[in-house]
């Protein structure tokens, strides 16, 4: 089964940017793909996804300041994310919807 592993997350302030990045162990070039997110004492949500051929498509609010970006050789995905809010504090997670295979996360605090 293939493994993700997000890496990135960090303390951040309002206005910042930050990359998330995804490796995977396996080939992920056919799948499609997501990033999601879980706030404390809330439910996880999309962020947005990218198909194999890299069109992608983003929830209302990540609209205009978070991309993602795929790597087909190097099974990598990226999460783009700029003008932070502290609303965007969450755990990330990494997704291949075909499998419903999830990472286990990684940690974006925004805050002054």
């Known amino acids: 089964q293939i493994q993700l592993v997000e890496s990135g997350g960090a ?17 992920i070039g056919t799948y499609n793909m997501a990033w999601h997110r879980e706030a404390p004492g809330k439910e996880r949500e999309a ?7 890299g069109r992608t498509m983003f929830m209302d609010w990540a609209n205009g300041r978070f991309s993602i970006t ?9 999460l783009q994310m ?3 809010k502290p609303e965007d504090s ?3 997670y ?4 075909d499998l ?7 940690q974006v605090t925004v805050s002054s």
């Open 11 to 27: 303390l951040v302030q309002p206005g910042g940017s930050l990359t998330l990045s995804c490796e995977a162990s396996g080939s």
């Open 47 to 53: 962020v947005g996804v990218v198909t194999p051929d």
């Open 70 to 78: 795929r790597d087909n050789v190097k099974n990598t995905l990226t």
């Open 82 to 84: 700029n003008n932070l």
């Open 90 to 92: 969450a755990v990330y």
């Open 94 to 97: 990494c997704y291949i919807h």
């Open 100 to 106: 419903r295979i999830w990472g286990r996360g990684t």
